[in-house]
C-alpha cells in the first residue's frame, strides 16, 4: 500500500520559513514527476511547484523566487523550501507523486501552513 506522509508544516511570522518534506513507502514502481499543491478555504487546489525525474522544475508565479522543490529519489521524498513567507501562503499544502508507466497520481494527507501577519 503506498502512502505519503508530509511533514514539516506549522505556524510562522511572515518573511519566516518552512520546510516541508514528503515521504514515500510502499512504493515498487518509479516515480515520475513530484509535486505540491496547496488548497486555502473557499479555493480549490493550485500547483505550487513540480518537479520531473530529470530534475526540471516549474512553479506558479506567485512563488517563484521564494520556494524551491527539491527530491531524493533513493529516499523517495521531495522537498519544498519555503521562504520569505506571506500570509497568502496560508494553505494545506499536498504532496504529489506521479507513477511513470500510467500517470497515476498519489497525494498526502496534507499539512497545514499558517503565516501570520
Known amino acids: 500500500q503506498v502512502q505519503l506522509v508530509e511533514s514539516g508544516g506549522g505556524l510562522v511570522q511572515a518573511g519566516g520559513s518552512l520546510r516541508l518534506s514528503c515521504a514515500a513507502s510502499g512504493i515498487i514502481f518509479t516515480i515520475n514527476d513530484m509535486g505540491w499543491y496547496r488548497q486555502a478555504p473557499g479555493n480549490q487546489r493550485e500547483l505550487v511547484a513540480r518537479i520531473t525525474r530529470g530534475g526540471s522544475t516549474n512553479y506558479a508565479d506567485s512563488v517563484k523566487g521564494r520556494f524551491t522543490i527539491s527530491r531524493d529519489d533513493a529516499k523517495k521524498t521531495v522537498y519544498l523550501q519555503m521562504n520569505s513567507l506571506k500570509a497568502e501562503d496560508t494553505a494545506v499544502y499536498y504532496c504529489?507523486?506521479?507513477?511513470?508507466?500510467?500517470?497515476?497520481?498519489?497525494w498526502g494527507q496534507g499539512t497545514q501552513v499558517t503565516v501570520s501577519s
Open positions: 504529489n507523486f506521479q507513477r511513470l508507466f500510467d500517470s497515476h497520481d498519489y
